[in-house]
């Protein structure tokens, strides 16, 4: 089994950064994907980013060239830098990690945009 725990939400000002963590433990060696989804009050949850284990890393539209993720596989931790944030990213973001034996996901951290 694949455990997952979320650092690095707050309060920032529109504009600012923020960088999320998230550290795997237990059978780290059977995931293949992390990556981050969040969601909004009266939303459904989305998908933010996505890293492979080769690297390749995808976006939703609404984040590219702002956030990027990355991924330290020795420390089995995975980041979201988040730039010029928006009210609109406004959310609990979620860490997520596809192994051999499902998809796991951490609890959550909120991020909040607010002047």
């Known amino acids: 089994q694949v455990q997952l725990v979320e650092f690095g939400g707050g309060l920032v000002q529109p504009g600012g950064s923020l960088r999320l963590s998230c550290a795997a433990s237990?059978?780290?060696?059977?995931?293949?994907?992390m990556g981050w989804y969040r969601q909004a009050p009266g939303k459904q949850r989305d998908l933010v980013a996505r890293i492979f284990k080769g690297g390749m890393a995808t976006y939703a539209d609404s984040v590219k060239g702002r956030f990027t993720i990355s991924r330290d596989i020795g420390k089995d931790l995975v980041y979201l830098q988040m730039n010029n944030l928006k009210p609109e990213d406004t959310a609990v973001y979620y860490c997520?990690?596809?192994?051999?034996?499902?998809?796991?996901w951490g609890q959550g951290t909120q991020v909040t945009v607010s002047s």
């Open positions: 997520v990690a596809d192994g051999s034996a499902g998809q796991t």
């Open positions: 237990g059978s780290t060696e059977s995931i293949y994907a």
